[in-house]
Each structure stands twice: as C-alpha cells, then as structure tokens.
C-alpha cells in the first residue's frame, strides 16, 4: 500500500499526465510493451473499465506479465491503480472529449476541422506546460547566456523554428548563425570552441543534417535539443534535453502541432533571457526596432 502511494505521490509531484508519460516513454519500450502503449493512447476511456486479461487480448500482447511490465514502466505497482489514475485524467478533460484524439476524417465540413485543429493545439499546449521542467529551461537558459557562439540547427518544419530562435536571440545582441545549408553549418563548425552553444532541433530527434554536426561538434561544444523523443539520436548527445509532446494527425504531416509547442518553448527561453538582462535587454530590443523601422510604412 505504502508503495502504491509513493508511486502515485511521485507522478502528481511531477506533473506528468499518465497519457502523456506514456507517449514519452513509448520509443523506448519493447514491442509488445509499444503495442499495449498503442493500446491505451488510441482507446483510453474503454481501457479504464478493462480487466487486464481483456487488455492482454485486445492489444495483441496475449500476457497479462506483459501488461504487469508495462504499468510498472511508467510508474505504477498495480493495474487498479493505474486505471484509477487514468479515469481521474480523463474525466479532467472533459472541455476536450468529443475531439480528444480524434483524427480529421475525409468527410469533415471545415468547421469541424477548425475546432479539432484548434482545441488540438490548446491542448496539447496544455499538456506541455505540464510536463515542461522549470530546471531543465533554467539549465538552458544559462547556457545560452554564456554562449559565445549560439548556432541553431533545423531542418524541414523544424527550420521554421531554428530561423525564429535565431532571429530572436539576435536581437537580444547574441552572436547567432543559423543556415539551411548543411556546407555552411559543416564549415562554422569545423573548429569549435568550448564555449559555443549548438541549439538542434528535430521533433524526431533523427534528422542527419542536425544529428551528424552536433555530434562532431559535441567533444568541445555543448548541445541543446529540443525534441519529441529524448532517446532519440539527438536526445542522447545533448547535454540538455528538452522535450515536448504532441499528437499529429492524418491530413497534418508537416507535424504542426509540434512546431506550435516547440515556438512556445522559444518564447519562453528568449523572454526569460530578456526579463534576466534588464534594462540592457530592453535597449538591445528598442535598437532592433529601431533597425527595422524602415522597412515598414
């Protein structure tokens, strides 16, 4: 019983929804393991009236050890106590249920489309500032402020990000470089320096063109992900990971939801480092404006 508390204890101290945690556990887990996660992502208010053999069956595990092993993975000692977590978070989340986890279908007219893109992205912002952690964009923050060189890596959808963080760091006065061709970062990064900073990002954490510099970079440079799966290539060579979640959609391939949540987290680290250096960060923002009057009537 002492256990079952503690273990319900730690994952309400750590804010990590249950659904959540095992989207971001999910890479990492056996097969059959990342069948029963399946499982209960796409079914998740008819797993909580499942007796654990029904799940076994219907996730294709066939053994109910293999659904003892998935539970104690992402924190709990008994079924019961899973399902009551579980039951709990979803009748939170009632604001979200006639579009919770449901896809955009053939036939939806565009107002339907709008509301399931849209209350998509509020909450999935939601989920991510609850599993977001204060130490981990503290850590970030400190690197980017002591950076002599800030080079941002992306590519795809996550260029969108990469040129917005590198145009927002810029004018706060930091020496930034950001490029979408692979030469041009290979050559910037072709003698690093310790006190460089490289900033990749890949919702995937798989894309060679972020992967492959930073890798080479990192004996010397420090290196901050920002990614979907920490164990991923990227996740594992960061000195600092963060990591977001977000659930895309059939007619959603560009992975937008993921670019809104990885903008936010931008905005998060170039607000915090401009509220830190004060009035020097105010005026390094009035000169930028300033700079870029002219080109607007």
């Known amino acids: 019983l002492f256990t079952i508390k503690k273990k319900k204890l730690l994952l309400q101290e750590n804010n990590v929804p249950v659904l959540q945690n095992i989207r971001r556990k999910m890479e990492g887990m056996?097969?059959?393991?990342?069948?029963?996660?399946r499982y209960i992502l796409e079914n998740p208010f008819k797993v909580v009236r499942m007796p654990i053999t029904q799940l076994s069956m219907e996730?294709?595990?066939?053994?109910?050890?293999?659904?003892?092993?998935?539970y104690r993975t992402i924190g709990?000692?008994?079924?019961?106590?899973?399902?009551?977590?579980?039951?709990?978070?979803?009748?939170?989340?009632?604001?979200?249920h006639i579009y919770n986890g449901e896809d955009v279908k053939?036939?939806?007219?565009?107002?339907?489309?709008?509301?399931?893109?849209?209350?998509?992205?509020?909450?999935?912002?939601?989920?991510?500032?609850?599993?977001?952690?204060?130490?981990?964009?503290?850590?970030?923050?400190?690197?980017?402020?002591?950076?002599?060189?800030?080079?941002?890596?992306?590519?795809?959808?996550?260029?969108?990000?990469?040129?917005?963080?590198?145009?927002?760091?810029?004018?706060?006065?930091?020496?930034c470089h950001f490029s979408t061709d692979p030469h041009i970062n290979a050559v910037i990064l072709a003698e690093p320096h310790k006190e460089d900073v490289i900033f990749g990002?890949?919702?995937s954490g798989e894309s060679k063109?972020?992967?492959?510099?930073?890798?080479?970079?990192k004996p010397v440079a420090k290196v901050i992900a920002l990614t979907?799966?920490?164990?991923?290539?990227?996740g594992k060579i960061a000195d600092i990971c963060i990591t977001t979640v977000s659930k895309e959609m059939n007619y959603r391939t560009d992975a937008m939801v993921s670019r809104i949540v990885q903008l936010a987290v931008v905005d998060i680290l170039?607000?915090?480092?401009?509220?830190?250096k004060g009035s020097q960060g105010l005026d390094k923002l009035r000169i930028s404006r300033q700079s870029l009057s002219y080109l607007k009537y």
């Open 59 to 70: 996730s294709g595990a066939k053994s109910d050890s293999s659904v003892v092993r998935f």
């Open 201 to 203: 990002i890949s919702y």
């Open 228 to 234: 979907g799966f920490p164990d991923s290539s990227l």
């Open 209 to 217: 063109d972020v992967v492959i510099p930073a890798r080479r970079a």
């Open 76 to 96: 709990f000692s008994g079924f019961y106590d899973f399902k009551v977590v579980l039951a709990t978070e979803l009748a939170g989340k009632s604001f979200y």
């Open 106 to 175: 053939i036939n939806d007219g565009i107002e339907t489309i709008k509301q399931k893109i849209f209350l998509g992205a509020m909450k999935t912002l939601q989920e991510n500032l609850e599993i977001l952690n204060y130490e981990v964009l503290t850590e970030d923050l400190d690197l980017i402020e002591k950076a002599n060189r800030l080079i941002f890596l992306g590519f795809a959808s996550s260029a969108a990000i990469a040129l917005d963080a590198y145009f927002k760091f810029s004018r706060l006065g930091l020496n």
């Open 30 to 37: 056996p097969k059959v393991q990342k069948q029963i996660a």
């Open 270 to 276: 170039y607000t915090s480092l401009a509220v830190r």
